[in-house]
């Protein structure tokens, strides 16, 4: 699968460019068309968040398929090269090929979450992921040593030999493993991150306002 991007970084859009036969994961609800002839069939499971999933099969001639993310943001196209997995926003993927899978159980997010279901999965395989950005993407580098720390909701991927801890902003504050409230993720470098500008929970909860509003 190759990707092409266009209308960003404030409305972008990916074009899946499959070969003959070759199918794709991809958020059914995030599809804006598809070349005549791309079948599509529900993906199997029912589990939380798979359950808009649809598998997207090109016919004998090769075909294409447009994703968008709901809220106003990027695209971006993260390449995985069979060797190192990354980990990313839970629920940002839009669009996955069968090369590349989910790891719910990579032992780096024990030292995390523990026994629970984190804000963040792992994926790992050879082939390009598409993830949804609210808002713009920066692309940071951390050189050997360097330090950051990110509000988890800001957070879209990093790489998973970027070194990583998670703490709580204060124990005065409610906190969520599920969605990343009230903690605070620290890395040190070497390694690289992907942040997106803007928070998609206050996005949304401001879209729902304004709507309620008219």
Known sequence: MQVRTRHTPSSGVARLLLAPGEAVL????????????????????GSRGKARRAVFTAPAE??????????PGDVYTLQLDGTDGWCVQRGSRL????????????PGFRAL????VGFLE?????????LASCGSLDVVTLEAGELITVEPTSLLAYGEKTQCR???????????????????????????LLVQTRNPYAMAAWLNAANGAR
């Open 26 to 45: 991809a958020d059914y609800a995030a599809m804006l068309a598809t070349s005549y002839g791309v079948s599509v069939t529900p993906a199997q499971g």
């Open 166 to 192: 998670l703490r709580a902003v204060s124990p005065s504050l409610p906190q969520s493993l599920r969605t990343g409230e009230g903690l605070l993720l620290d890395f040190a470098g070497p390694g690289q």
């Open 95 to 106: 669009a996955v090929p069968a090369t590349v899978r989910t790891d719910a159980q990579w």
């Open 62 to 71: 090769g075909g294409w398929v447009d994703v968008a993310p709901a809220l």
């Open 122 to 130: 792992h994926v790992s395989g050879d082939g390009a992921v598409v």
């Open 113 to 116: 979450f523990g026994a629970d």
